[in-house]
């Protein structure tokens, strides 16, 4: 899983042109070893996307609607692998469709941008 983390933070930081700073849920049975994590890639020299580390904080996605919405994507991003990719059923579920072409090509999220994603999830 954190892997997939150091993953995450790479392939949005090697996109961007100003740092980034990442936002995630609050989970604090992951959060000391993603601290970790974060600050073990801060100090690594040789990682192109090193400079591009803003800050690292964990909310409640309860009262943070853009983490609320990253988490209905990435339901609705596993349950389109599943369903389409590895079932006999290809079909698409709606939801999938309504977002998949706003979503699909983006790594990071400006303020506006944000701001129609999350119109389009309270639709």
């Known amino acids: 899983m954190f892997l997939v983390f150091q993953h995450t933070l ?7 042109e ?13 959060r ?3 601290v970790e994590i974060y600050n073990s890639i801060c100090t690594k020299s ?20 853009p983490l609320q919405l990253a988490d209905y994507v990435a339901y609705e ?8 990719r590895f079932r006999i059923d290809r079909t698409d579920r709606w939801q999938w469709s309504r ?15 944000l701001e129609t994603l999350l119109k389009l999830y309270e639709g």
């Open 10 to 16: 790479e392939s949005v930081c090697l996109g961007a």
């Open 18 to 30: 100003a740092p980034v700073s990442f936002v995630f849920d609050r989970q604090d049975q992951f």
């Open 32 to 34: 000391g070893r993603a």
């Open 46 to 65: 040789d990682l192109a996307f090193r400079d591009k580390l803003g800050g690292l904080d964990f909310q409640d996605k309860d009262k943070l609607r």
């Open 77 to 84: 991003f596993y349950r389109h692998t599943v369903d389409v």
């Open 99 to 113: 977002i998949s072409s706003s979503l699909i090509r983006e790594r990071c999220f400006s303020g506006k941008r």
